[in-house]
C-alpha cells in the first residue's frame, strides 16, 4: 500500500509546548520544535509520510500577518503539488477558529486541511496532543476528507473550522461547534463521516489580503458610553465588530455612534458576547434604519476575521457585508 503524503506545517501552540514538568501549570507554548515532535510521531507508526515544516514556533496569541501569509503560500503550494495528498497544521488553540476561518475563506477546497492543537502541554501528565496528531492524520490521508473546507481536530472530534468556537480556557474538551455539529468522529483507528462533503470542487472564495486591516471589536457593556466608539475611529478602525449583550445589542447611545461609524463608510457587524445562539437582523436593533450588518452563526473573533477579509477585498457596503455573513 503506498503510504499517504500529507505535509505537517507547525506554527507553535500547546502541542508544541513543554514546561519541564509533568504536573506544574506553567508551560512555554511552542517550545518544542516540530522535527521532534514528527519524530516522536513517527513511533506511533502511522499509516501516512509526514512532510514537515515548520512556519513559527509560537504561541499562537502572537499569530499575525505573516505567519497566514506563509501558511497561505505553503497550504496553497501543497494545493498544486500531486506529491502531497493532505495538510495538517499544528497550531494553538486560542486563535485557532481565526486561523482556520481565513484559511477556509481563502483557499479551493481540493485537498483537506486540517489543524489541530492540544489543551495541555506535550511533557504533561495526560498529555492530549499525540492522540489529536493521529487523529488529524487519520482525518488528512483520508480522500473524503477533502471538499469539507478547512477543518479542526480536537478531541476525537472533526469541526468545521467556521463554526468551530473556543469555549473552555483549560478543558480538554474546549471547542464548542455552531450553528453545525460535529462533522465526524475520529480515532487513530477510524473515521466516521456524518455526512457528505458539502463544498466538493469549491474554489477559494476570496483572494488572500495584500494585507489585512484594522478591524476592531469592541464589547458591550452595561452603562456604557460612546466614547469607545469614537476612539476606534480616532484610531482609523475601517470595520468595527460589536460584541453586544444578548442578540448582539448595546446601550442606545453607542447603536447610535455605530450608525453614524456605518454612515460613514466603516461598516460595523453585531456579533454577540454570549457563547452560543445566532445573531439575527432586525430583532431588537433596527438594522435596516441603522445600515448595521447581524453576524448571524459567527461570534466576534471569527466576525472580525471574515470583516478583515472582506474590507481588504473592497467589500464595505451593508448589503454585501450582510451577504458574505448569511453565507455558509
Ligand atoms: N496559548 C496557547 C496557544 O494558543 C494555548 C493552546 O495552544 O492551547 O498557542
Known amino acids: 500500500m503506498t503510504l499517504r503524503r500529507i505535509l505537517v506545517l507547525g506554527t507553535g501552540g500547546t502541542i508544541a509546548g513543554a514546561g519541564g514538568s509533568a504536573t506544574g501549570a506553567g508551560y512555554r507554548a511552542g517550545g518544542l520544535a516540530l522535527d521532534a515532535l514528527v519524530a516522536h510521531l513517527g513511533a506511533l507508526g502511522l499509516a ?15 499569530i499575525g500577518f505573516a505567519e497566514w501569509r506563509a501558511l497561505h503560500a505553503a ?5 498544486d503539488d500531486p506529491a502531497i495528498d493532505g495538510i495538517i497544521i499544528t497550531h494553538g488553540t486560542d486563535t485557532a477558529e481565526e486561523t482556520g476561518l481565513l484559511l477556509d475563506l481563502t483557499l479551493p ?31 488528512a490521508s483520508d480522500p473524503a476528507a477533502a471538499g469539507r473546507g478547512v477543518m479542526l481536530v480536537m478531541g476525537d472530534a472533526v469541526l468545521a473550522a467556521r463554526d468551530a468556537r473556543k469555549a473552555a480556557t483549560s478543558a480538554i474538551d474546549a471547542f464548542r461547534t455552531f450553528p453545525r455539529g460535529p462533522l465526524a468522529r475520529v480515532t487513530p483507528a477510524s473515521l466516521d463521516w456524518f455526512g457528505p462533503a458539502h463544498r466538493l470542487g469549491e474554489a477559494a472564495r476570496y483572494p488572500f489580503p495584500q494585507e489585512l486591516p484594522r478591524v476592531a471589536i469592541l464589547t458591550a457593556g452595561a452603562g456604557m458610553d460612546a466614547q469607545p466608539v469614537d476612539a476606534l475611529l480616532g484610531i482609523g478602525a475601517r470595520g468595527i465588530v460589536l460584541a453586544g449583550m444578548g442578540q448582539g445589542n448595546a446601550p442606545r447611545t453607542v447603536l447610535e455612534a455605530l450608525a453614524r461609524a456605518a454612515a460613514s463608510g466603516v461598516p460595523v457587524v453585531r456579533a454577540s458576547r454570549v457563547d452560543e445562539g445566532l445573531v439575527d437582523r432586525n430583532v431588537e436593533v433596527d438594522d435596516d434604519a441603522l445600515g448595521l450588518v447581524a ?8 466576525a472580525r476575521m471574515l470583516l478583515m477579509v472582506l474590507v481588504a477585498n473592497g467589500v464595505t457596503d451593508a448589503k454585501a457585508v450582510q451577504a458574505a455573513f448569511d453565507g455558509g
Open 48 to 62: 501516512a509520510e509526514l512532510v514537515p515544516q515548520e512556519v513559527a514556533r509560537i504561541g499562537s496569541q502572537d
Open 75 to 79: 497550504c496553497t503550494a501543497a494545493m
Open 109 to 139: 477546497t481540493a485537498k483537506p486541511v486540517v489543524l489541530v492543537g492540544a489543551m495541555r502541554p506535550a511533557d504533561a501528565v495526560g498529555a492530549d496532543g499525540m492522540r489529536n496528531f493521529a487523529n488529524a492524520v487519520k482525518v
Open 295 to 302: 453576524a448571524r452563526a459567527l461570534g466576534p473573533a471569527k
